[in-house]
């Protein structure tokens, strides 16, 4: 069974706090994505990488970094959260090309 | 503009009615297509790809049109079970398959 975790499903955090969000999967997928899910906004790609050590800008990447040091995890940092990040964060992956991507089941995140 | 474009809904329809949902996308250069379903408070996960010729899967029919950079989602006799967000999806491949999602389109089926 296809496989994409995320570490936390809901998360409290101040703002100004530096914050991680991880995301793993066990398919040997190219290509990992971050998203933010908001009412009415849809999900917004904040980075995706296709590649160890490589990463592409998405629509909003303001106010997050990422770091993919291995091919199986993705992270998603915040440098300093702020009210405005509060928000469901989704990860993908998926192989390059025409094929399907797989969510993990999205970290609620509140900053307080 | 954005990149991908739904009508958000949402739909409120009968079981057995016959539903489309619309999406414009921005991008001529976008080169595959796919249709996504979100149920409340999951993830979203794969309905359909949407092929140039256009496809069926049982119920379900997608159309594309690139001329008019125009894709579709048709469902016919809606089940309760239906009752979702469904999401238009478009993948930059020459962009190393950057994925593009429209806002969704929320459906309720009702008894």
């Known amino acids: 069974d296809v496989k994409v975790t995320q570490s936390s499903r809901y998360l409290v955090k101040r703002t100004g706090e530096k914050v991680f969000l991880e995301c793993v999967q066990d398919?040997?997928?190219?290509?990992m994505f971050w998203y933010r899910q908001d009412p009415g906004l849809g999900l917004r790609l904040i980075y995706f990488?296709?590649?160890?050590?490589?990463?592409e800008k998405g629509d909003i990447p303001e106010g997050y970094s990422v770091s993919r040091e291995k091919k199986e995890r993705f992270s998603l940092i915040l440098e300093s959260a702020s009210t405005n990040q509060t928000s469901m964060y989704l990860c993908?992956?998926?192989?390059?090309?025409?094929?399907?991507?797989?969510f993990g089941q999205g970290t609620r995140l509140t900053v307080v | 503009r954005k990149e991908v474009e739904q009508d958000p809904g949402p739909f409120n329809v009968p079981e057995g009615a016959t539903v489309a949902f619309n999406c414009t996308y921005s991008n001529s250069a976008s080169q595959s297509f796919f249709w996504y379903r979100q149920d409340c408070r999951k993830e979203p996960k794969l309905l359909m790809s949407?092929?140039?010729s256009g496809n069926e899967d049982g119920r379900f029919t997608a159309q594309l049109n690139r001329a008019s950079q125009y894709i579709s989602l048709l469902i016919r006799d809606s089940k309760l079970s239906d009752s979702a967000t469904y999401l238009c999806v478009v993948n930059m491949n020459n962009q190393g398959g950057k994925l593009i999602f429209g806002q969704g389109t929320e459906l309720s089926v009702k008894p």
């Open positions: 949407v092929y140039s």
């Open positions: 993908a992956s998926s192989f390059p090309g025409t094929t399907e991507a797989f």
């Open positions: 990488s296709y590649d160890v050590k490589m990463k």
């Open positions: 398919m040997d997928h190219e290509n």
